[in-house]
């Protein structure tokens, strides 16, 4: 895990594979609410007609200077449950999202939403 203290300075930079392959860039974070760490990394792919946000797990992400290194493929992360440029990831979706890569789902007590944006 990497620390998340600057994490409006990281808005727009490049994330990167797990091989150094350019993904798209940083669009925003979002976090566990319980336990308020940066879980998953919302990031803007695609040109013109076809932009959308997909998510890449922040399990063992590193931070450099010009950009984020992400620990999956890009393939994988591409292939990822998404939403719209200007959409917001619904509490329904959480569960495929975590499922795409293989981690396990928990909501937080009383049910409420895992992940939140900043």
Same mark, same amino acid.
């Given at each position: 895990?990497f620390?998340? &203290?600057?994490?409006?300075?990281?808005?727009?930079?490049? /994330?990167v594979?797990? =091989?150094?392959?350019? #993904? !798209?860039? *940083? &669009?925003?974070?979002?976090?566990?609410?319980?336990?308020? /760490?940066?879980?998953? =990394?919302?990031?803007? #792919? !695609?040109? *013109?007609?076809?932009?959308?946000?997909?998510?890449?797990?922040?399990?063992?992400?590193?931070?450099?200077?010009?950009?984020?290194?992400?620990?999956?493929?890009?393939?994988?992360?591409?292939?990822?449950?998404?939403?719209a440029t200007?959409g917001?990831?619904?509490?329904?979706?959480?569960?495929a999202?975590?499922?795409?890569?293989g981690?396990?789902?928990?909501?937080?007590?009383?049910?409420?939403?895992?992940?939140?944006?900043?």
């Open positions: 895990m620390e998340a &203290e600057n994490l409006r300075d990281w808005i727009g930079q490049p /994330v594979d797990e =091989a150094g392959d350019k #993904v !798209g860039s *940083l &669009e925003s974070i979002y976090f566990d609410t319980a336990a308020g /760490v940066p879980t998953f =990394a919302a990031v803007h #792919v !695609g040109i *013109l007609s076809g932009q959308k946000l997909v998510f890449a797990p922040l399990a063992g992400a590193v931070v450099a200077p010009k950009y984020l290194k992400v620990m999956f493929p890009k393939k994988l992360i591409k292939d990822a449950p998404s939403i200007d917001e990831l619904d509490a329904a979706e959480e569960p999202l975590f499922a795409h890569y981690l396990t789902y928990q909501t937080g007590s009383g049910g409420e939403r895992r992940l939140g944006r900043r």
